[in-house]
Every structure is written in structure tokens, then in C-alpha cells.
Nanobody, 126 residues
Framework: QVQLVESGGGLVPAGGSLRLSCAVSGRAFSTYAMGWFRQAPGKEREFVAAVSRSGGSVYVAGSVKGRFTISRDNAKNTVYLQMNSLKPEDTADYYC???????????????????WGQGTQVTVSS
């Protein structure tokens, strides 16, 4: 069974930074593409960023491009989301997800992800 555990959320003032981590246990971490999604109160879940199995390809939503960076360490079974220049509109619950796929890779499609963490809350104060 695959388990994902996020950490690193919290309260930060606008302009600040946070680094989220997602530790993955179970099957070999390097076989999964990984993604981060977020869901703000009253809103639908949205794609934030994704990284391929090798880490060689990354994808970032336009709303966070230039501010957020996704990375992974396959030796530590962990994926990270570095968030800089945070804005109040970044306030949400952040979820990491793992995708075990073959064929075409759809990094931003949440329905394609097989496993999800419980989420970590990020609050950005104005």
C-alpha cells in the first residue's frame, strides 16, 4: 500500500516562503510521477505542479509560475514544493499525489493520480 504524508504547511505573511514535503512509502517511489494540487475553501481542487518519474520534466500552473518550484529526491522518496513570494490567494489545503501510469502522461489531470495524501494547510496573511 502506498502512503503519502505531506508536511511543511503553516501560516506565513504575504511575500514569505514555505517548503512543502511529501514523503512516500510503499512501492518504489521512482515509478510514480508526482504532483501537487490545492483546494481553497469553496473552490475546486486545482493543479499546482508536477514532476516526472525521473525528475527530468516539470510542469507548473500559470498562477504560480516563477514563484513555485517542484522537485523530487528519489533517494529520499520525497517530493518538494518550494513556494516563494506567497500571496493571500495561495491560501489552500495542499495535496500531493502519485501517478502510476503507462502511455501518455497527463500531469495536470487529477483524475489520473492514483494515490493522495491527507493534505497540509497553507495560510498566507495579507
Amino acid at each position: 500500500q502506498v502512503q503519502l504524508v505531506e508536511s511543511g504547511g503553516g501560516l506565513v505573511p504575504a511575500g514569505g516562503s514555505l517548503r512543502l514535503s511529501c514523503a512516500v512509502s510503499g512501492r518504489a517511489f521512482s515509478t510514480y510521477a508526482m504532483g501537487w494540487f490545492r483546494q481553497a475553501p469553496g473552490k475546486e481542487r486545482e493543479f499546482v505542479a508536477a514532476v516526472s518519474r525521473s525528475g527530468g520534466s516539470v510542469y507548473v500552473a500559470g498562477s504560480v509560475k516563477g514563484r513555485f518550484t517542484i522537485s523530487r529526491d528519489n533517494a529520499k522518496n520525497t517530493v518538494y514544493l518550494q513556494m516563494n513570494s506567497l500571496k493571500p490567494e495561495d491560501t489552500a489545503d495542499y495535496y500531493c499525489a502519485a501517478m502510476d501510469y503507462s502511455g501518455t502522461y497527463y500531469p495536470s489531470t487529477d483524475e489520473r493520480y492514483d494515490y493522495w495524501g491527507q493534505g497540509t494547510q497553507v495560510t498566507v496573511s495579507s
